[in-house]
């Protein structure tokens, strides 16, 4: 919303500089956005007289003019076509900043074909404050020598630009602004409520409201023989000054009218009215030809303003082409009404218009000010443009609110702790237009028609703290919580940042990706889920909540590749969605590694493989406090993973916890992104919580006093069982002695029968008490034994 | 026993010319072995006169002792040669690369300012809460005093999930502050938590990400007032840009779950595309905050005769910008490397108030 400084003064006596009223604009709620002083962007130009001018030597259209300025006498070429002796004009010294042209004059007088111009005199178009072609501004000449050229060309008022909060619509005028504005403290509120303008005829336009939810009340009158000319100068200054192209005298009126009190309203021309003037809803198969040129589809949700032609309007969004007023308009009528902000805010969603009209009725307009909207217009419209007015006509009726609010001044310091008096109280919320019914602890108040915003003690709370400034609230640190502290984070939380940490340590870049993305890639990852497609996607190919990270860490990692950073190792721990449901949304810790081609002068370095993939896992796990060796690994389970060279990773038969490996080279592919890519997926959520301990002491340390045992066994195996299974029935010989068994050999080839393979491992034994080699062979053969029954492993010779 | 000397004499100096191990052996054999010199001449002493013997048994065994002492010396310098002289021959040239490893990662700022946050607001005793990113209707608006059609719901630019057959479609939070309303309606006060998460609205311009991340704190406790508000963000923005003199103001401000409702800006100093806070006399906003709405308070089942408070709102991203002087927030969410080695922070960094944030 913009206004300009000289427009509040017409509502607000004050002697408040514009620095001063910006600080209260600010105090009160009205968040300043730009301000644009013509007082500052036009210092450098003030008045000039023209003593002589006479025709530059060697230019035709040159003229060299002798100027009284500021500055004292100078010599300035000019090459306007009206620069003439006598000529009161505007001048700007050197090194004046030209807003018009932008930029600045030399800080040198400059030569202009070998005559030397000390300055520049200025067309408006070149201070940015008109459109005059005919060279430059030609001024009255009582100006007097000096006088700033903002003061010359009228233009000292600046343009004030602020925000509108949706629960203000009344600030959408400025008679509201001045309101808050002298409650804040800036001076008096100067009351000008509408006059009764007495109609010589009785209005020959019928109204009829056929749908009162849709409007309520419609207010009209009618001028016969007005002259739709130009505006006033002033009312066409400060509709400039706000941004608003003047058109004519009626349209001006009513959009000026808009601008001062918050209250839209329409005029036709009688003439092309046909008959009764109905506000209803519309019908299928209505349109309407609007005002900007356009033709709207009519919907039955809409209200519309119809007359026998049709539909000549969109109620409180935009009035129709076929009735508009234009210079041969003789007879005009002018329409007040009150249109439903639900209905409104629908129909100017439905047809993508932004009207000023539609911005104040869907926030909510005063719906007592039918009647005066209709005798403000009367009043200017008589005034600059003639005729003769009818009596008014209205149908319907809006109810006065009856309903009060009850205010507790107690509430003022409870919730702000701001110490108020009573009596300041009153003050405050007797200039917002309160009836106050004063009954000690409560106070009973009734809100002025145009604020919708109030319902209860904490709404006239607010009021009171910020038109006293919320500068003078107490600042006061918390006090130390209630029942003492807890831990900050939850056990999730704690996980998410611990196993970020061990994840980049291992040399993986934390990314942040889109929770979303596009339908057919996620479709890779989980079956399609339409509970989770966005209806409304800022772009098709984020279109659907993810099922799991690394579909976008892949397409990352390729991008990363395609800009030269072929081993991109990327990570994000983050939200993944099974559903719509509050409880469906994981957090899941996710990596992709896209190996990159590396050498090295002692040979080829091992790539990232799935192997890698697991160690990096196991590595979060092991950081999470979760041993590793309480986990299956099993077959993929997901979609995504290349189906022998990736595993899942299980707790039991039912609670899978994540997956490591090759990503699957056919969704590698449907991703468009070049393989292999290897990564892990770690569901946090999944894991099991740890025990807490009642005590932070940790258990006495059970050293082991024997050396370790170490004994190397091979076994003939099927190729196709796992050597996990071999090592896991090996420790389950003796899992009391038996520490680990540790893989270090897998042959197949001569020596090893066809179909068969050799994996040999080195048994760790820890001896709780000294074990004689009969001990070690009797454990050695068990080793055996129980590998033979679990795996059909036999024992290489 | 006059030879003695000439013997000691003789000793050292072959001791002394050994050029090698071997070499010195030798001498020590032809001095010291069984069948050695000053070994022979120990083995006269048995015959020798007692007299005899008190006068050259320490003699000798003073020689045997120098002559050992020698060999031993001397064995030393030549060992220490011939290590010298081996090492000489297993140079390496070491300005070679080691076997190739990833580089250590880095975490993002992002979520590097969420952690700086919580460990300030821990540090005043908030407890980590989070909730769902696809919300209901309910808790995301309804709950929140956005009443239906309300303007305030055009704001937001919310993202709608398809709707199922005759059902309201689901939305993506467009704040964290239903997670307010999940609070209030499962525990009860006194409550003092900090609502971190992803958040969405349908918006994607230079200043604008269609996801962005914000941080909520909600306080319900008896007698807690605006004074407080003001206090612990104030308290909150300096220890987050980490300086003293932060200064700040809080404007009056319309947000419907909040009553009475407000801005807080802090001064800052723009100079060549770089913000301090601290200095200048610009005004920077930073957060949104109020105290809770009494409508808001009774949606959860709270009266709010008996119960009040105060919540806040605040843009990580754009703090994240503020504070670590990221120039452009689209790069955010682009997974770049270059981008996030330079801007992100080593795994070992963990804020806390005590021990720095940054």
């Known amino acids: 919303m913009k206004f300009t400084l000289s427009w509040l003064t017409d509502h607000l006596a004050t002697k408040a500089g514009l620095d001063e009223i910006l600080a209260l604009m600010l105090k009160a709620g009205l968040e300043v956005e730009e301000v644009v002083d013509p007082n500052q962007t036009l210092k450098d130009f003030t008045v000039c007289k023209v003593i002589e001018a006479v025709p530059h030597p060697d230019a035709d259209k040159l003229r060299v003019c002798t100027v009284e300025t500021v500055d004292g006498t100078k010599q300035i070429v000019c090459g306007a076509p009206n620069a003439r002796a006598g000529m009161t004009a505007i001048y700007a010294g050197l090194g004046a900043y030209i807003p018009g042209l932008e930029f600045a004059l030399d800080k040198k007088p400059r030569a202009i074909r070998g005559v030397e111009s000390h300055g520049m005199m200025c067309s408006t178009k070149e201070l940015n404050a008109g459109e005059d072609h005919d060279g430059i501004a030609d001024l009255d000449d009582s100006l007097p020598l000096g006088t700033p050229a903002a003061v010359a060309l009228g233009l000292n008022d600046p343009v004030i630009d602020f925000e509108v909060t949706p629960n203000r619509p009344d600030w959408l005028g400025v008679q509201g602004i001045a309101r808050d504005l002298a409650a804040a403290g800036a001076g008096r509120f100067i009351r000008s409520d509408a006059k009764k303008v007495p109609g010589s005829f009785d209005c020959p336009v019928e109204i009829k409201l056929e749908a009162p939810d849709a409007c309520p009340m419609f207010a009209g009158a009618m001028i016969r023989g007005v002259t739709n000319g130009p505006s006033p100068d002033w009312m066409q200054a400060r509709l400039k000054a706000v941004g608003i192209q003047p058109k004519s005298l009626l349209v001006d009126v009513t959009n000026y009218i808009s601008l001062d009190r918050a209250r839209p309203l329409h005029v036709y021309d009688a003439a092309k009215l046909r008959g009764t003037v109905v506000a209803r809803l519309g019908k299928a198969g209505e349109s309407l030809e609007a005002l900007d040129g356009k033709t709207y589809k009519v919907t039955p949700e809409m209200c519309v303003i119809a007359d026998g032609s049709g539909v000549i309007g969109l109620g409180g969004v935009m009035g129709g082409a076929s009735t508009a007023v234009s210079d041969e308009t003789v007879d005009v009528f002018i329409e007040s009404a009150w249109f439903d902000p639900l209905r409104t805010a629908r129909t100017g969603r439905a047809t993508g218009i932004h009207s000023d009209a539609r911005y104040r009725f869907e926030r909510g307009v005063d719906p007592q000010s039918c009647v005066d909207g209709v005798n403000l217009a009367l009043e200017l419209i008589l005034e600059h443009g003639g005729g003769t007015a009818s009596k008014l006509n209205a149908a319907g009726s809006i109810p006065a609110r009856i309903d009060k609010v009850t205010f507790y001044p107690a509430d003022v310091e409870r919730l702000t702790g701001l110490v108020v008096k009573l009596p300041e109280m009153r003050r405050i919320i007797k200039d917002l237009e309160f009836d106050i019914e004063d009954a000690g602890d409560a106070w009973y108040l009734l809100p002025p028609s145009f604020r919708f915003d109030m319902e209860q003690s904490a709404d006239l709370v607010e009021e009171v703290a910020r038109l006293i400034g919320y500068d003078s609230l107490p600042v006061t640190s918390l006090p130390e919580p209630v029942g003492g502290r807890r831990a900050i984070t939850t056990p999730i939380q704690e996980r998410v940042r611990v196993s970020r940490r061990v994840i980049a340590a291992r040399g993986f870049l934390e990314a942040v990706t889109w929770s979303f993305m596009a339908k057919d890639h996620a479709a890779l990852f989980a079956k399609h889920d339409p509970a989770l497609a966005v209806a409304n996607p800022v772009a098709s190919e984020l279109n659907q909540m993810r099922p799991s990270i690394i579909g976008n860490l892949a397409v990352a990692a390729q991008r990363a590749a395609n800009h030269g950073e072929p081993g991109a190792r990327l990570f994000e721990v983050g939200p993944i969605y099974l559903g719509d449901g509050p409880k469906d949304q994981r957090t899941v810790a996710s990596g992709v590694v896209r190996p990159a081609n590396q050498r090295h002068w002692q040979g080829k370095p091992h790539a990232y493989d799935s192997y890698a993939a697991k160690a990096d896992l196991f590595a979060v796990l092991d950081a999470l406090g979760q041993p590793g060796e309480r986990f299956q690994v099993g077959a993929p389970t997901q979609p995504h993973w290349h189906p022998g060279q990736a595993a899942c990773l299980k707790l039991g038969p039912k609670v899978t916890v994540g997956h490591f490996g090759a990503i699957h080279p056919g969704v590698l592919k449907a991703l468009g992104v070049d393989g292999p890519m290897f990564g892990f997926e770690l569901n946090l959520n999944a894991l099991p919580q740890m025990k807490t301990r009642p005590t932070k002491t940790k258990p006495v340390l059970q050293r082991a006093d024997l050396t370790p045992i170490r004994r190397d066994l091979a076994f003939l195996v099927d190729e196709a069982v796992p050597a996990g299974d071999l090592v896991k029935h090996a420790v389950g010989a003796d899992k009391q002695l038996i520490v680990s068994a540790d893989v270090f050999d897998v042959y197949q080839g001569a020596g090893v029968p066809e179909g068969r393979k050799s994996v040999a491992f080195e048994v760790t034994i820890q001896p709780l008490e000294k074990l004689t080699d009969e001990d070690i062979q009797g454990l050695m053969d068990r080793i055996v034994a129980s590998v033979a029954k679990g795996a059909r492993g036999v024992l290489r010779g | ?358």
């Open chain 2, 1 to 358: 026993m006059s030879d003695i000397k000439t013997i000691e004499k003789e000793a050292l100096a072959a001791i002394d010319a050994a050029a090698s191990l071997d070499g010195l052996d030798a001498v020590r054999v032809a001095e010291l072995g069984k069948k050695g010199r000053v070994s022979g001449l120990m083995s006269g002493l048995g015959k020798m006169s007692p007299d005899e013997r008190k006068e050259n048994g320490p003699k000798l065994n003073a020689l045997k002792v120098t002559v050992e002492e020698a060999v031993r010396a001397r064995k030393a310098v030549l060992e220490t040669k011939a290590l010298e002289a081996q090492l000489a021959t297993e140079k390496v040239d070491l300005t070679l690369p080691p076997a190739p490893g990833p580089r250590t990662g880095t975490l993002h700022p992002v979520m590097q300012v969420f952690e700086e946050i919580a460990a300030i607001f821990g540090d005043m005793g908030f407890t980590v809460a989070e909730g769902p990113d696809i919300e209901d209707d309910w808790h995301n608006f309804t709950a929140l005093n956005f009443p239906e059609g309300h303007p305030a719901r055009e704001m937001h630019d919310t993202f709608f999930l398809d709707a199922p057959e005759g059902g309201t479609p689901k939305v993506l939070r467009t704040h964290t502050s239903p997670v307010q309303i999940r609070t209030m309606m499962n525990q009860k006060p006194p409550l003092r938590i900090l609502v971190p998460g992803r958040v969405y609205r349908n918006d994607w311009d230079a200043t604008h990400t269609p996801m962005f991340h914000q941080v909520e704190g909600l306080v319900i406790e008896e007698g807690i007032h605006m004074g407080h508000l003001k206090g612990c963000l104030i308290d909150f923005v300096k220890a987050f840009f980490e300086v003293d003199n932060v200064v700040a103001r809080f404007r009056p401000h319309f947000f419907p779950f909040t009553e009475p409702s407000a801005e807080m800006d802090v001064q800052c100093l723009r100079e060549g595309g770089m913000v301090e806070v601290g200095k200048g006399a610009e005004w920077l906003e930073v957060l949104g905050c109020g105290m809770v709405h009494p409508n808001v308070l009774r949606n959860c089942g709270l009266d709010p005769a008996t119960h009040q408070g105060f919540a806040f709102g605040m843009g990580v991203d754009r703090l994240a910008m503020l504070k670590y002087g990221m120039p452009d927030l689209r790069p955010y969410f682009e997974a770049d490397p270059q981008w996030t080695r330079h801007y992100g922070f080593a795994p070992w960094t963990t804020p806390s108030v005590s021990g720095g944030l940054s």
